[in-house]
């Protein structure tokens, strides 16, 4: 079935510091792929989505790109900031098309 | 504001008693499910639904029992078989597609619960 694994967290940066979350899948076809943020002590929010190959999707500053030739989904921010302290989740859906598949998730720590 | 709803936002029970949380969405999106999150940890599926009167379970539903008698709200109750009931519990729904396109799942709140 339809799999993802991010990298082990946690990520510890200072402000303004460059970002990468490495995601990478196994999939038949080509899915829809997602990143969740989740604040402490909240649910999940849809952070970004793309849904074809080489689309890339942004949002608040974070991008992903559908790289169907390493089968990966890298989420980038240019410059942190002390408020994108969270956990991030890369999803996508399982082979029946009726539930998500998410990675275990990378928290992320940014100092001031 | 459209959106899911969960209460209570924390909730205690003592051990060996029946629970239920409450998930009612007014997005009028199909599908709706239930996740468990603990410490550290990532998501995983209780139940999901698909449509009114009917739900399958997910990777760990033992121990927990659902309902969707209205499209708009998915009840969980935690039953005393369940093991180790303390957990954050996450609902979310999504619109249900036709063929292989998927669409995003939005999420509640959550509901932290702590067995005594």
């Known amino acids: 079935g339809n799999s993802v694994t991010q990298m082990e967290g946690p990520v510890t940066l200072s402000e303004e510091a460059f970002l990468t979350i490495n995601c990478t899948y196994t999939?038949?076809?080509?899915?829809?792929l997602f990143w969740y943020v989740q604040y402490p002590g909240e649910g999940l929010q849809l952070l970004l989505k793309?849904?074809?190959?080489?689309d890339k999707g942004s949002n608040k500053g974070f991008e992903a790109t559908y790289r169907k030739e390493t089968t990966s989904f890298h989420l980038e921010k240019g410059s942190v900031q002390v408020s994108d302290s969270a956990v991030y989740f890369c999803?996508?859906?399982?082979?029946?098309?009726?539930?998500?598949?998410f990675g275990k998730g990378t928290m992320l720590l940014v100092s001031p | 504001d459209g959106g899911i709803t969960q209460s209570p936002k924390y909730l205690f029970r003592k051990e060996g008693q029946n629970v239920t949380l409450s998930c009612e969405q007014n997005?009028?999106?199909?599908?709706m499910y239930w996740y468990r999150q603990d410490p550290g940890q990532g998501l995983r599926l209780i139940y999901y639904?698909?449509?009114?009167?009917?739900?399958q379970k997910g990777d760990i539903a033992e121990g927990y029992s659902v309902s969707r008698e209205k499209k708009e709200s998915f009840p969980l109750t935690v039953t005393s078989a369940q093991k180790n009931p303390t957990a954050f519990y996450l609902c979310?729904?999504?619109?249900?597609?036709?063929?292989?396109?998927?669409?995003?799942?939005?999420f509640g709140p959550g509901t932290r619960l702590t067995v005594l």
């Open positions: 997005l009028n999106h199909d599908a």
């Open positions: 639904s698909q449509i009114v009167n009917d739900f």
């Open positions: 999803a996508l859906p399982n082979s029946g098309y009726s539930t998500l598949t």
């Open positions: 999939a038949t076809g080509y899915p829809s």
């Open positions: 979310a729904s999504s619109i249900k597609l036709a063929g292989s396109s998927y669409n995003e799942q939005f």
């Open positions: 793309a849904t074809k190959a080489d």
